[in-house]
Structures are given as structure tokens and as C-alpha cells.
């Protein structure tokens, strides 16, 4: 992976071994380590297992520096709780309480545990059964090996293969959503799961068998069951991540952390069964002509009014908007950093620090686009797009967003065939695995009398156009809707989920900001044509749009803007509306669940 050499190291494998100089073949047969000298080391290191003080609010974390962890440094601290670095061997060791983060890709994250010892110190930790909790690549390590990029050996601490999932049964890849859990045994840290959804992002996944039965915790379905939990005396992990799955995900953290005041289990009421269905709240962003950064709304991407002054229209702070969709209910916030496409975003620092603060206090996906591209600045310094995508990760963001870029590759790869492996959307992707990874959409509706009129694929409408015509296609466009591409949104969607996109916003010019309803026709073509979620966006203007688009398509989740900001629906009543209509959701926001927040305000905590 030669691109990592751009992902910084926030701990210790920044000052000894740069994940960028380890190749995958120094993976070595770890997992027989484990097995066979995990006590008896063979590393010039002795490995003690510490005797835990068991009163400390200090956790210790283990950040191979990857990729984003923020988010749970961030729920850490909102929890109460103190971060402590892991930087050397000894300090997984002295651990009272680990957590173990994994983010990137498998193979490599192999590479920097064995390395550094870290692999080892782990498995020695794990085996002592010392307070352990991995979050998703985190619960994947332990097992014997991984298809990713493999096979390839893992911590072999639990039985088992990590395979892909299969999406030629209809089933999205990657897995990204709120999902049900069916707790298989008592795993303290669930106690207040109950029903309720948590957030999973990822392809590949562990599978229950009799080998590993008496680990399992629990194990959720898609496509088939698959582990999403395991728990072994003081050691847990979860595939799913807590600290996105907002309030039902802070317990769980919580519980882990905090063991001795939990209480008594608390009676859940949801009623998840299956992947929900999201409903994701997006702030178009930009400075206005104070240089003040604001978010905005257009009509038609029209962002100015229509008065004398011609300002920006502005509809409020984005932290402060962010912060009130997360507790309204919103199942992800996203950014769009609209001017981002004439604008250097790392010279945007007031964007990165709107990530900061809002990553602070919310805790579900945040996704950030707007001029993720390469980049020559005024002194002629170079930036990839790989490092403006990092800087975007570090301060925050679970995805980024790619728009006018994917569009040029897309065009590039049509005519060549070739896939160079140089583009922003095939780089970031192959660093930090496509779930990380939407291209935003931003197409028009063009009319033709006859389908062979044009090379791009067009529909049948559903209504005719201004001069009768029957059929459309749909004209992708660059800088922010300023200029018509040679190509389809249909031909973009299938290359770019080719190129490693993760997922689609499915934007339409035409409806944007009219609150007529989503482009039935235009989310059924794309939704139909690929096989990684698609989110709808663009002319939400009551509860029924969104009842339809869930009805009349396969998207997977559906967005708006306008109705949010001007309160014209709030976040609630739409998602009432959807159960009404027997629309599997995720509801986290329920009485109960909400003493997390309380108590973190008002209780010290105490081992
Ligand atoms: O091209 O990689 O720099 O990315 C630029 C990003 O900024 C793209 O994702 C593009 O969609 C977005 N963008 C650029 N200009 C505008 C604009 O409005 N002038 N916003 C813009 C696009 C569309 C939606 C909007 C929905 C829902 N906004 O995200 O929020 O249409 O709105 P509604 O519910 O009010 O109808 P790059």
C-alpha cells in the first residue's frame, strides 16, 4: 500500500516504524506467536501483565494512527474518561483497560502490530484476560485470517476466517447502516442494546461456527448471521462501532468502561430487525461575503437572494446545526463545502475546525466533501488528494465526499480502460477502504424526444417534458453544477463503483430546494444499476417524500436540507412517519438511553 506513506501517526508509529515502510510480506505467521510464546516471549522485551489498579479513569488506547479515531477519543472524553497513548509494547501490558480501535485495511494493520511487538503484548493482554474492547477491524484482528487483500494472518486468538461479504444475493456491499444485533449470550456491555440498532461500516465480516461458539455475543444478519460481537470473560469487541451508534453506542462504551456503575439492565424498547433505512440531515457550507462560513441552501444551486445585495443566503451556524440534527435524530450529518471545488479546503481551516467541534458532540457518521482533489498552491507546494482527504478524516470525518473529481476520472477511465490507480476516488479508497468513500452526484434532467438521440442511457419519464418528450438521461456536471460533463449519471454510477466508491449521493439539480419530492425516476435508475448504497438527496419538502422514495426505490437512505434548516419538518416527524408505514428505522433517541448524557454531566466517575 504506498499510498499510506500520506496517513499521519498520531502515536507510536510515528517516531519508530512508519506503517508506509512495512510491506505485507514481513506478515508473518503471527498467529502461531500467539499460540505458542505469548507468554514465554520471544521479543527482547519482558512481557508482565501488570495487575490492574482497577480505579482508574484512564483508558489506554491503542491508535496505529490509520485513520480516524477522533470519534472515539471523542466519546471517550464525553464519557468522562482520560486517554492514554499506547507508544511501546509495555504500555498495552500495563493497560488497565484497553481499547483497540482497528481502522484500514487488514494486511496492514498486521504489519504495524507484528512490527512493533504490539501483536504480541496484545495477545499476551488478551490471554490474561485483561479488560479488552476492539472496535470493528479491532474484532476482526483477533481471529486466524482475513480474505482482505489475503489471505492473510491474523492475531489467531479466535477461530475463524474473515471473509467478504457476498453481494451477488442482493445485498449491498459495503455493509453500511444501522443493523439489529440477536444477543446470543450475556455480554454485560449490550445490556442496553436491547432492540435497538447500531451503526456497522465494512465488507468484510467473521462468521459463527462451532469453533467459535463460545466467544460469540452476538451476531447480526445480512445476507447471512455473521459475528457482531464476541465476549470471552473480561474481552470484548464489536464490528459495529459504539462511538457512532449515538446514544445506544455511548452505553456500550460506557458499560466497558465503567463496569461497577452500571446498574441494573435497562428494559429497551426498539424493535430493530434488519438493516434500517437512514435518514441523513446535510449542510451545504461556505463562507459569505463577510467571510463568515455559513450554512447555506440553494434553489436549483442557486445559494444567493434574490435582492438588491445578492448575499449568500445564510441558515445558521454548521456546529451549532449539526449538533441540534444529532439530537433531533438524524442518523448522519453531512458536509458540503460547496465553493470547495475553486477553494484550496486545507487552506479552509474554519472547515476543518467545524469537523473538530462537531465530531466533540456527535455521535453518529459524519461525512465531509467539497474540492477533494490534487492540489498546487501559491508557492508551488503540491497536495494530493489522498492528503486532503486525510487532514479531512483527522479532524473528524467517517467519509468524504468526492464530486467534480470523480467525475473527471470517471471520464478518463471511460476512455481508456485503464485504471491508473492515481485517481482521488481509487487512492483514498484503497488507503481507507471504500466505505469511506461517496462520490456526490450532481446531475440535470435533459429531455430527448427519442432514446437514440443521445449515447447515454435514458428512461422513460414518469412525467413528459416541457415539449412532450417521453424519455431524459441525466447530464452529470462539475463545479457545483456550473458546467455539463459528457456523461450520464448512470455511466458515472456504475464506473465509480468500479473505481472503489462506497456509496452514492444522488443529487438532482432540478429538484433541489423545490420540496416537489426526490427524483423518483433518476434514484430507481442508479439504485437499480449498483450494488453499493445509494443515498437520495435533493426536493424532500414533506414526511410523504420520503415514505415514497423508500417505497418507489431501492435507496438505502435519503437526505435533505432545506425542510431541516427553515423548520419546515423537523427530523422526528419524519422518522414517525416512516415507522407509520412499517419502514424499519433506527430510533436511539428514547428516554432511557438519554441518561448517558445525563449522568456523564452530573456523575464522577469512580471505579
Ligand atoms: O465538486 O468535489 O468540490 O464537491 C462539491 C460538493 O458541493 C458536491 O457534493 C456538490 O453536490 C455540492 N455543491 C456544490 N455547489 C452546490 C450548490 O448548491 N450551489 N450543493 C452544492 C449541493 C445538494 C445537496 C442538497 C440537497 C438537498 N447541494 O446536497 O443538500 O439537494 O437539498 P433540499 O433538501 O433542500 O432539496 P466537489
Request: one cysteine or more; a neutral charge; charged letters at 25%.
Amino acid at each position: 500500500m504506498e499510498a499510506v506513506a500520506y496517513v499521519s501517526f498520531t502515536s507510536f508509529a510515528t517516531k519508530s516504524l512508519p506503517f508506509s515502510s512495512l510491506s505485507q510480506s514481513s506478515v508473518i505467521n503471527l498467529h502461531q506467536n500467539c499460540h505458542k510464546n505469548t507468554l514465554k516471549s520471544k521479543s527482547p522485551r519482558k512481557l508482565v501483565v501488570c495487575a490492574s489498579s482497577g480505579s482508574s479513569s484512564v483508558v489506554t488506547l491503542l491508535d496505529y494512527g490509520a485513520g480516524n479515531v477522533r470519534s472515539v477519543r471523542n466519546a471517550i472524553r464525553y464519557l468522562g474518561f482520560e486517554i492514554e497513548d499506547v507508544r511501546t509494547p509495555e504500555d498495552i501490558l500495563n493497560a488497565d483497560r484497553l481499547i483497540f480501535p482497528g481502522v484500514g485495511a487488514f494486511a496492514s494493520a498486521m504489519d504495524v502490530l507484528t512490527k512493533t511487538g504490539m501483536a504480541e503484548a496484545l495477545c499476551t493482554y488478551i490471554k490474561n484476560d485483561r479488560p479488552f474492547l476492539g472496535i470493528c477491524l479491532g474484532l476482526q484482528l483477533l481471529f486466524e485470517s482475513s480474505d482482505e487483500n489475503g489471505p492473510v494472518n491474523g492475531l489467531g486468538l479466535i477461530p475463524g476466517v474473515v471473509g467478504r461479504f457476498n453481494s451477488s444475493n442482493g445485498f449491498r456491499v459495503p455493509h453500511i447502516g444501522w443493523n439489529a444485533l440477536q444477543v446470543a449470550k450475556d455480554s454485560e456491555i449490550l445490556d442496553d442494546v436491547g432492540d435497538h440498532h447500531v451503526y456497522f461500516v465494512h465488507s468484510y465480516r467473521a462468521m459463527p461456527s462451532d469453533d467459535n461458539k463460545e466467544w460469540v455475543s452476538s451476531t447480526c444478519n445480512y445476507g447471512d448471521d455473521f459475528v457482531a460481537s464476541i465476549r470471552r470473560g473480561n474481552v470484548h469487541a464489536v464490528q459495529f462501532h459504539p462511538e457512532k451508534s449515538g446514544d445506544v453506542g455511548l452505553s456500550v462504551l460506557r458499560r466497558f468502561l465503567n463496569p461497577k456503575s452500571q446498574g441494573t439492565k435497562k428494559s429497551t424498547q426498539g424493535k430493530a430487525s434488519k438493516l434500517a433505512k437512514r435518514v441523513i440531515a446535510c449542510l451545504d457550507v461556505r463562507a459569505n461575503d463577510k467571510g463568515d462560513l455559513v450554512v447555506t441552501k440553494g434553489d436549483q444551486y442557486d445559494v444567493r437572494e434574490h435582492t438588491k445585495e445578492n448575499e449568500v443566503r445564510n441558515l445558521g451556524k454548521p456546529v451549532e446545526l449539526a449538533g441540534q440534527y444529532y439530537k433531533d435524530g438524524a442518523d448522519e450529518v453531512s458536509f458540503l463545502n460547496i465553493t470547495g471545488f475553486r477553494d484550496f479546503p486545507l487552506g479552509d481551516l474554519p472547515m476543518l475546525q467545524v469537523l473538530r467541534h462537531t465530531s466533540e458532540n456527535v455521535f453518529v457518521p459524519l461525512t465531509v466533501g467539497g474540492g477533494i482533489r490534487d492540489f498546487t498552491d501559491a508557492n508551488g507546494r503540491y497536495y494530493s488528494s489522498l492528503e486532503v482527504a486525510s487532514e479531512y478524516f483527522r479532524s473528524g470525518a467517517d467519509k468524504i465526499s468526492i464530486g467534480s473529481d470523480a467525475v473527471y476520472a470517471a471520464e478518463e477511465y471511460i476512455k481508456t480502460k485503464v485504471k491508473t490507480g492515481k485517481s482521488s476516488l481509487e487512492q483514498i479508497s484503497k488507503v481507507y477502504g471504500n466505505q469511506a468513500v461517496v462520490v456526490s452526484i450532481d446531475p440535470r434532467r435533459v429531455y430527448v424526444k427519442d432514446p437514440n438521440d443521445v449515447q447515454f442511457k435514458t428512461i422513460r419519464v414518469t412525467k413528459p417534458g416541457p415539449n412532450g418528450e417521453e424519455y431524459a438521461w441525466y447530464q452529470c456536471t462539475v463545479n457545483g453544477g456550473r458546467e455539463g460533463r459528457p456523461i450520464g449519471a448512470y455511466e458515472l454510477a456504475k464506473v465509480v463503483e468500479e473505481l472503489g466508491a462506497g456509496e452514492i449521493l444522488l443529487n438532482c439539480i432540478d429538484c433541489d430546494g423545490q420540496g416537489k419530492g426526490f427524483d423518483i425516476d433518476l434514484i430507481k435508475l442508479i439504485s437499480d444499476a449498483v450494488s453499493i448504497p445509494v443515498i437520495a438527496s435533493s426536493g424532500a419538502g414533506a414526511v410523504e417524500h420520503f415514505s415514497e422514495v423508500f417505497m418507489k426505490t431501492n435507496a438505502s437512505a435519503a437526505l435533505a436540507a432545506g425542510i431541516f434548516h427553515r423548520k419546515e419538518v423537523p427530523i422526528q416527524s419524519v422518522k414517525e412517519h416512516l415507522l407509520k408505514e412499517g419502514i424499519e428505522l433506527n430510533q436511539t433517541m428514547e428516554a432511557g438511553l438519554l441518561e448517558v448524557r445525563m449522568e456523564r454531566a452530573t456523575t464522577k466517575i469512580s471505579y
